[in-house]
């Protein structure tokens, strides 16, 4: 199967909710099956000399409408994958990866060499910062992590060499919205690539390439996949980015299994669904959270008193299920652990957006300035469950926080 840039381009007129039913259903037309064919391999076998040259040639040329000639270069259920999120993200090409890690790594590392230097937020997913300030810099990359909400003064962030500006909006743990099309601006008018990390808003919620990134990277792993079975990392590039990008994918054998792919094009086809849902439950234990005197504030954009609503407002389409809770600053820690540790429906564990409600203590890391909260804080994934169950369940937890005060 060849990977349809012009079918991608027709199917863009759609409405999101559409797309996700009709997109990366090409390879299935023959068979008359709804869904894709899932497969698996590495050799690809050619009719012929002359053909097997004159893929090698095309794909050393950086031809991506090629038919597959080998496994690491795409699987025809990668590209099914693949495909849909380009149409959705608005992208030129887009390519999966073994983890949402993986992605941002790639992402950077495909537009610097030694001596480079790179703009990250400090709100910046913390395995994000740990590459940039170990890997990179055993490369002679050099970063600069800066305040999230820098604003026009971003501009004096930027040295002649610096290659990519890094965006995270909102941060994953403490929820500060990115004014994304002035970062990107300011990136361009210093010939820097703009890479912005879109997993906590989805293709659905935002669009980043049309609001001025160059590369649009997941951790497919949260909503797309959906279902927390999977790891998986996605990159979508604009045309201009795209050919440096794909040529360090190549170079370091990056692919995800088309299992992963699969079970991710499967998680697209209730995307929508699911996130209304995350959203609402989100909104409902929010607004019980916020009646809870032990609770200082709640971090979500989608709230009219949250410092990054005006930009949530203008960005974005929707908000997700994942949100911050910061607790009075006199709740002891150890009152905190106690109403987690005995939550029954609520998991702690790592990751989110999967049909499970999941709530985490967090301590964000800053080096850029100060993080202005010293309380103790925690974090909800909220799942698909019923929202009175889930309330239940905080509000037995608050009861034995409140003991411990
Ligand atoms: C989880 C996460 C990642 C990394 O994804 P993995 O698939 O777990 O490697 C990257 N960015 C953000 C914002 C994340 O939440």
Redesign the pocket.
Known sequence: MESTGSAVSDRRKSKPETLLATLGRTSTHDSGFVNPPLVRGSTVLHPNVEELGQRARRRAAGDDAMPVSYGRYGTPTHHEFCDALTALEGGHRSWALP???TA?AIAIQAYVRPGDHVLVPDSV?A??RRFCSHTLARYGIGTTFYPPRIGENIESMFRADTRVLFV?SPG?LTFEVQDLPMLARVAHRHGAVCVA?N??ATPLYQQPLALGADVTVH?A??YIGGHSDL???TVTANETAWPALRDAIHQYGLIASPDDCWLALRGLRSLAARLARHRANAERLIGWLRGQPEVDRVLYPALPEDPGYALWQRDFHGASGLFGVVLAAAVPERAMQAMIDGLQLFGRGY??GGFESLLIPVRPERTAEPLPISAPMFRISAGLEDPDDLIADLSAGFERLRERI
Do not use: H, I, R
């Open positions: 983890s949402g890690q941002c997913y395995p994000v995270e994953s990390d997993t906590w951790a792993t949260k790891l998986l990392g990751s989110w």
